[in-house]
């Protein structure tokens, strides 16, 4: 998600004259601060002997602002630019306020001020701000909503994290080719099958998000012979590359070169003349423009075999940066397809269990999609402790679910029918005792209305390994325990897991597993 998609309003202050302020120095109601870096300290705002003020009636003469767009309100996050830090104003003043082009004002929803409370956010948004406000780049603005925030703690452990020691890799197994390919020799893969270009197989994403306009462009840059970024494919399998970058440029060739029901027609362009190309095919083109799209040649990375599968998410993740970033769920899905020798891919069994009748309940129940896979993930959060046990558990989460994803090729079908049972069995289960409380703190009788990735990897776990006898048992005592769990709250370990700052160290995520696990126990001896 992107930081203005959490946020009621993103916006810079502004640079009044000085001759516009007032010059005696007794603040009087209708007084507005102009409020200066200064005069922040400790997070509370401290007026200065040369603190400014200034009437409305003159801002409204001369300033082309909406004064009440400008006003700070309480819980806005103010971002200084001469000290490069987030402040968060904890009392306003009784009088009126607007921040000065010392700051980025921030007005976070609810949502994102959840997630500020974790350090761990605050620090990660802080540094992204740093780098957009030392940057050349003049509509920062632009950049500043377009901040990519981690969905979950995981994820944001998987960012900050330092591992004090290197994951081993076997270097020499690194096979990455870099070359040039003309562009019909990629539509003629395309034409085979033998470049995936129907993504949504692999990812969850689709080609052909671009306008006419952009795509036009991208076909105007290869008829002038304009340079283009580079292509990724995994080509592991010769016979069926898939695109880890450059989907939407082969999509737009495609549309142009090859479909032949709904071809693109040239529009919006910035070099060709209208009168020779304007709403033009493919097939009406002058044959010399024809030809500088079929011999163009592109710059081709090759993630070849036998790339150890570690180093193709690494690389997925890097070089997908742009808007439409892949998840981690998506990179693990297209990494995990059938082979030769499997009935079913890991990535097709995953899919299998979120489509469980009362799994999708539960995720519409607490605004969980499947548009980038959110759901899956969160199944496979289940899985990976089916397959390592909790007290193995290494940090970090994220590459603790990769190697989840890989593990399920060895899985026999009789385990992975068993997995699938339990789950559904275990849910089930969760959904008699609390209903739409499950995975919320809501269980434990606490306001918080959000559903947690930790409560529900803990709590399906644990109900999941029962056999079908203890579940009868638990389901027999449910009234019992749905009291007696919101004693757990008394217990600030525990709840510290859940909430603490890396609630996946080895020491909290095994805290709250053993505690979950010790609780239940009680009603099935």
């Known amino acids: 998600m992107y930081l203005n998609e959490v946020s009621e309003k993103i916006y810079e202050g502004i640079k009044i004259i000085k001759d516009h302020f007032i010059k005696n120095k007794e603040v009087l109601k209708d007084y507005i601060l102009y409020l200066k870096e200064d005069e922040i300290s400790e997070n509370n705002i401290q007026l200065q002997t040369n603190s400014s003020f200034f009437k409305e009636t003159i801002f409204n ?4 602002h909406n004064l009440k767009d400008l006003e700070l309100h309480y819980g806005d996050i103010l971002y200084s630019k001469p000290t490069e830090q987030i402040i968060t104003i904890s009392k306003l003043p009784e009088y009126r306020i607007i921040a000065s082009e010392d ?4 007005r976070p929803n609810s949502y994102l001020k959840q997630l500020l409370n974790n350090s761990n956010y605050y620090k990660y948004l802080n540094n992204e701000l740093v780098k957009i406000y030392t940057d050349e780049y003049p509509n920062k603005i632009e950049l500043v909503k377009k901040i990519f925030l981690p969905k979950n703690y995981a994820e944001l452990e998987n960012i900050l994290f330092e591992r004090p020691d290197k994951r081993k890799v076997d270097l020499s197994k690194i096979n ?9 020799k990629v539509m003629k893969r395309i034409l085979q099958n033998e470049i995936k270009i129907e993504t949504s197989t692999y990812f969850q994403r689709k080609g052909g998000l671009w306008s006419d306009e952009v795509k036009s462009r991208f076909i105007e840059a290869l008829i002038v012979k304009q340079p283009v970024p580079a292509f990724y494919f995994d080509a592991t399998n010769e016979d069926e590359w898939l695109i880890v970058d450059g989907l939407q ?33 493919f097939g009406e083109l002058p044959r010399s423009a024809q030809r500088n799209i079929e011999e163009y040649e592109i710059i081709a990375y090759k993630i070849e075999a036998p790339t150890p599968k570690e180093v193709k998410y690494k690389i997925f993740k890097s070089i997908n940066e742009s808007p439409l970033i892949l998840s ?8 995990n397809q059938r082979t030769e020798n499997d009935t079913i891919s890991p990535a097709e069994y995953v899919e299998e269990l979120s489509n469980i009748s009362i799994f999708t309940t539960i995720m519409q129940n607490n605004n969980k999609t499947s548009d980038r896979m959110e759901d899956r993930e969160i199944v496979l959060r289940y899985l990976a402790f089916r397959l390592t046990k909790y007290e193995n558990y290494s940090p970090s989460m994220t590459e603790f679910l990769d190697d989840a994803m890989t593990k399920l090729y060895r899985i026999s079908a009789n385990d992975l029918e068993r997995y699938k049972y339990d789950f559904e069995q275990s849910l089930t289960v969760m959904n008699e005792i609390f209903g739409q409380d499950a995975y919320r703190k ?9 559903f947690i990735n930790n409560l529900f990897e803990a709590w399906t776990y644990i109900f999941a390994i029962l056999n079908d006898e203890n579940r009868r048992k638990v389901l027999s005592k449910k ?16 709840i510290n897991s859940i909430d603490a700052k890396s609630p996946y160290t080895k020491e909290n995520l095994r805290y709250r597993f053993n505690k979950i696990n010790q609780f239940i126990s009680n009603y099935i001896k």
Do not use: C, W
């Open 176 to 184: 990455i080719k870099q070359g040039l390919m003309t562009l019909d």
């Open 249 to 281: 440029r082969l999509s737009a060739v495609k549309q142009f070169v090859l479909d032949k029901e709904n071809p693109l027609r040239l529009t919006g362009l910035y070099y060709l003349s209208d009168n020779e190309y304007f709403n033009k095919t």
């Open 103 to 106: 700051f980025l004002v921030i």
């Open 328 to 335: 981690d769920q998506e990179i693990r899905h297209a990494l």
């Open 479 to 494: 009234n019992k325990i749905k009291e007696m769990v919101k004693l757990l709250i008394n217990d600030e370990k525990y």
């Open 442 to 450: 809501r269980m434990y009788g606490l306001p918080e209305e959000n």
């Open 61 to 64: 003469k001369f300033y082309n």
